[in-house]
């Protein structure tokens, strides 16, 4: 069975300033999907980033990029220049190819100061 | 409608009374899915539906939990004899097929809360 595990429950970063979020996974196949999404306190998930497991390039998305190590079953999101507006939780979420059943992490939990 | 819509956005009851969630899909998208997300817990997957089918109920907790979909489009989640345990927040998405190349768009939910 597929897992996905995000270690930092929580984190804090000064405004302008960049983190990352990590995210691993445990799989034994070889196509598959990853993706990173946002869930501010209006509750709604919001799609961040996406990265399909044949490609060995990282995804980015403005602001956003990923560290895909797919040796590793690493997967981590990097917010450059983070903003207010990034004040959210991330969750990680896995997805096996021509499947449809979504596997989340636990989400980290992102707080942006002023 | 531009997004997936749920209703209502909060819902308050007693334990014991039946509840039921509504789920209103992207237009066109064929695919739903609902998910309970329980405080400090990540995405609990519940059901599956392509069109009016639900090929995959394995998430449904209890027999209590049921679901259904109609003109392949609104979805309603029904849970019977609500338990405290049941508190949580239910969120619906849909995506225009069953596939794992296409990103699920999420509702905002709805925050059950069980007396």
């Known amino acids: 069975a597929q897992t996905v595990t995000q270690s930092q429950p929580e984190m804090s970063v000064q405004e302008a300033e960049t983190v990352t979020l990590s995210c691993t996974y445990d799989?034994?196949?070889?196509?598959?999907?990853l993706f990173w999404y946002k869930q501010p306190p209006s509750r709604q998930m919001i799609l961040v980033i996406r990265?399909?497991?044949?490609?060995?390039q990282n995804a980015t998305e403005n602001r956003f990029s990923v560290n895909f190590q797919k040796a590793a079953k690493s997967f981590s999101l990097k917010i450059s220049d983070s903003q207010l507006g990034d004040t959210a939780m991330y969750f990680c979420?896995?997805?096996?190819?021509?499947?449809?059943?979504?596997?989340f992490g636990t989400g980290t939990r992102l707080k942006v100061l002023a | 409608g531009a997004g997936v819509s749920q209703s209502p956005s909060n819902k308050v009851t007693e334990k014991g009374k039946d509840v039921e969630l509504r789920c209103d899909p992207i237009?066109?998208?064929?695919?739903l899915y609902w998910y309970r997300q329980s405080l400090g817990q990540g995405l609990e997957f519940l059901i599956y539906?392509?069109?009016?089918?639900?090929?995959?109920k394995s998430g449904l907790p209890s027999d209590r939990f049921s679901a259904e979909r109609t003109g392949g489009s609104v979805s309603t989640l029904t849970i019977q004899r609500t338990q405290q345990e049941d508190s949580a927040v239910y969120l619906c998405?849909?995506?225009?097929?069953?596939?794992?190349?296409?990103?699920?768009?999420f509702g905002d939910g709805t925050r059950l809360s069980i007396l």
């Open positions: 998405a849909s995506s225009l097929m069953g596939e794992s190349n296409q990103p699920q768009h």
């Open positions: 799989t034994s196949e070889n196509n598959y999907y």
């Open positions: 990265q399909e497991a044949y490609k060995q």
């Open positions: 979420a896995f997805v096996l190819s021509g499947t449809y059943k979504y596997i």
């Open positions: 237009s066109g998208h064929t695919a």
């Open positions: 539906f392509q069109g009016n089918s639900a090929p995959d």
